[in-house]
């Protein structure tokens, strides 16, 4: 079984201030990890992802997640928030691919709201 | 950019008229896939395609069909629309299946609303 749990539906920092946003997932294999950014009105963008090697990860614009395997956890964290961060985040679990469908599950979303 | 566009880009339409929604890619990538994305949901899959005229059902298929008739084209049919299929559609692309390289790369979506 494979399933994805984002712990808050929304978040609100102010700027300048660190970032946190939590994941965690379920799977029965040892899995690939991502996170998205949509922004409003607009398509989902890669932000980084996990894929067995380094369980630090840094993505784009500042982002980084660890992977915690004890913890089947997987949060986005950014250590100053800018404006430009409000967004809403996704974060996804994929089984490795084997042939055939690889099942993919996305979280329910997290809202980020920056407070100027 | 992964070179996906959807069209319409915003459509609105009746219950229980047909509509076709078109996602078109340009890099010749086998992996195609339908979600739709509602307010708590997340995105939840319709239906996969791994191949031209090979397609699958997702979590979410009835009350749609797909086609793809030509790698670069998959197309979505509503065969008759419901209000619960007010929603906004993205279709995306996997470009690698090798193991755990497989992320998947969205179109800019479709809001489709059925009054």
């Known amino acids: 079984a494979q399933s994805v749990t984002q712990l808050d539906s929304h978040v609100s920092v102010s700027e300048g201030t660190p970032v946190l946003l939590r994941c965690n997932y379920s799977?029965?294999?040892?899995?690939?990890l991502f996170w998205y950014v949509q922004h409003p009105n607009k398509g989902l963008q890669l932000l980084l992802k996990?894929?067995?090697?380094?369980?630090l990860v840094k993505g784009i614009n500042g982002f980084e997640a660890e992977f915690k395997k004890s913890e089947t956890s997987f949060h986005l964290t950014k250590p100053s928030a800018h404006m430009s961060d409000a967004a809403e985040y996704f974060c996804?679990?994929?089984?490795?691919?084997?042939?055939?469908?690889?099942?993919?599950?996305f979280g329910t979303g997290t809202k980020l709201q920056v407070i100027p | 950019d992964a070179g996906i566009t959807q069209s319409p880009r915003h459509k609105v339409t009746e219950t229980g008229t047909p509509v076709t929604l078109r996602c078109h890619q340009t890099?010749?990538?086998?992996?195609m896939y339908w979600y739709r994305q509602d307010p708590g949901h997340g995105l939840r899959l319709i239906h996969y395609?791994?191949?031209?005229?090979?397609?699958d059902k997702g979590e979410v298929s009835d009350g749609y069909s797909v086609s793809r008739s030509k790698t670069e084209d998959f197309l979505l049919t509503l065969e008759s629309a419901t209000s619960s299929q007010t929603s906004v559609y993205f279709c995306?692309?996997?470009?690698?299946?090798?193991?755990?390289?497989?992320?998947?790369?969205f179109g800019p979506g479709t809001r489709l609303t059925v009054l």
């Open positions: 996804v679990v994929s089984d490795p691919y084997s042939g055939g469908y690889q099942k993919v599950t």
């Open positions: 799977s029965s294999y040892s899995p690939s």
């Open positions: 996990y894929t067995s090697a380094a369980t």
């Open positions: 890099e010749n990538h086998r992996y």
């Open positions: 395609s791994y191949g031209v005229k090979d397609t």
């Open positions: 995306a692309i996997t470009p690698s299946l090798q193991g755990y390289d497989n992320e998947q790369f």
